[in-house]
């Protein structure tokens, strides 16, 4: 049975750093492309970076040169740096498996991530 783990949000002041883990338990994340997505209120769910079984990172502009994202084959965790942070990116964030250029998992709870003074 699949389940998408995702930790890490919180309230944050504008500037400040965040890091968002999503453990995998039933599936083997190590030959998957993996995903974050977040979804702000009244808004779409939006790509905001990828990282392929090779390795290769992608990032929604948004976020480039803000956000990292990385995995731990070893764990099955995907994780995602947050860093500069700002009150455009309060929204809950997920992670999933990408395939064939969409989401192919279930979204599950995500984490709640506010930036706020």
């Known amino acids: 049975q699949l389940l998408l783990a995702v930790s890490g949000g919180g309230l944050v002041q504008p500037g400040g750093s965040l890091s968002l883990s999503c453990a995998v338990f039933?599936?083997?994340?190590?030959?998957?492309?993996m995903v974050w997505y977040r979804q702000a209120p009244g808004k779409q769910r939006e790509l905001v970076a990828s990282?392929?079984?090779?390795?290769?990172?992608n990032y929604a502009d948004s976020v480039k040169g803000r956000f990292t994202i990385s995995s731990d084959n070893a764990k099955n965790t995907v994780y995602l740096q947050m860093n500069s942070l700002k009150p455009e990116d309060t929204a809950v964030y997920y992670c999933?498996?990408?395939?064939?250029?969409?989401?192919?998992?279930?979204w599950g709870q995500g984490t709640q991530v506010t930036v706020s003074s």
């Open positions: 999933n498996r990408y395939y064939i250029g969409r989401p192919v998992w279930y």
């Open positions: 039933g599936s083997i994340i190590s030959i998957y492309d």
């Open positions: 990282i392929t079984s090779g390795g290769m990172k």
